[in-house]
């Protein structure tokens, strides 16, 4: 399975961007896919999940902001962000993870290539 992440632009504060993750193959046997992010200097922190049955979680950061969602039909995964702040610029990557525990350990079975987001002031 190959990830193709897009999406990402400029926008301004208060602005909305969906990003888009595309699968190679079926994603259907795939039991976690979620976002990373990381800004210059920063690690790379988890966004957002969504298992295959549809459960998601968010980091504090983006709950109520971020929506993550899945469409196993199309092999894709979604990143919906509102309410942009400009902490939320960085570079954006979508992750396929056997469980829930490997995702947050980043233990990742796939890498996406990450698509770059700037929410300017």
């Known amino acids: 399975v190959q990830l193709q992440a897009s999406g990402g632009g400029l926008v301004q504060a208060g602005g909305s961007l969906k990003l888009s993750c595309a699968a190679s193959?079926?994603?259907?046997?795939?039991?976690?896919m979620g976002w990373y992010r990381q800004a210059p200097g920063n690690q790379r922190e988890l966004v957002a999940t969504?298992?295959?049955?549809?459960?998601?979680n968010y980091a504090d950061s983006v709950k109520g902001r971020f929506t993550i969602s899945r469409d196993n039909a199309k092999n894709t995964v979604y990143l919906e962000m509102n309410s942009l702040k400009t902490e939320d610029t960085a570079v954006y990557y979508c992750?396929?993870?056997?469980?829930?525990?490997?995702?947050?350990?980043?233990?990742?079975?796939?890498w996406g290539q990450g698509t770059e987001v700037t929410v300017s002031s």
């Open positions: 969504i298992t295959s049955g549809g459960s998601t």
């Open positions: 193959g079926s994603i259907i046997s795939i039991n976690v």
């Open positions: 992750a396929a993870a056997q469980t829930m525990t490997d995702m947050t350990a980043r233990r990742i079975s796939y």
